[in-house]
C-alpha cells in the first residue's frame, strides 16, 4: 500500500482508474485514458487498478462498481466517478482541479 500513497502523493494530478478485464465500459474507457495521458502528458498521471486482482485495495477506497475514476491532487481526493466519461468530460474535470 505504501508505494501506492506514494503515488498519489505526487506533486502532479493523479487519476486511479478502477476496472476489472471483463467490464465492458472499463475497456471502452481504456483508449480515452489513453488519449487524455497523451494529450496532457507530465501534468496526470494515470494508474489502473484490476479490482479483482487488487481487492484489498478496492475495498480500501470502497469501489462498488467498475469502472470508478478517483481523481487525486497533491495527496487529496478531490474527484470521484463511477461510470463511463468521455474524453471532453475527463479533460474538463481533469483541467478544473489542475
Not at 486482482?53 to 470502497?62: E, R
Request: hydrophobic share 45%.
Amino acid at each position: 500500500m505504501a508505494s501506492f500513497n506514494d503515488l498519489i502523493n505526487r506533486n502532479k494530478l493523479v487519476l486511479v482508474d478502477f476496472s476489472a478485464e471483463w467490464c465492458g465500459p472499463c475497456q471502452t474507457l481504456a483508449p480515452i485514458l489513453k488519449e487524455l495521458k497523451e494529450e496532457l502528458g507530465e501534468v496526470l498521471s494515470i494508474i489502473k487498478i484490476d479490482v479483482d486482482k487488487n481487492q484489498p485495495v478496492a475495498a480500501k477506497f470502497q469501489v462498488q462498481g467498475v469502472p470508478t475514476l478517483i481523481l487525486y491532487r497533491d495527496g487529496e481526493q478531490v474527484w470521484r466517478q463511477s461510470g463511463l466519461l468521455t474524453k471532453s468530460e475527463l479533460l474538463q474535470i481533469v483541467q478544473k482541479h489542475a
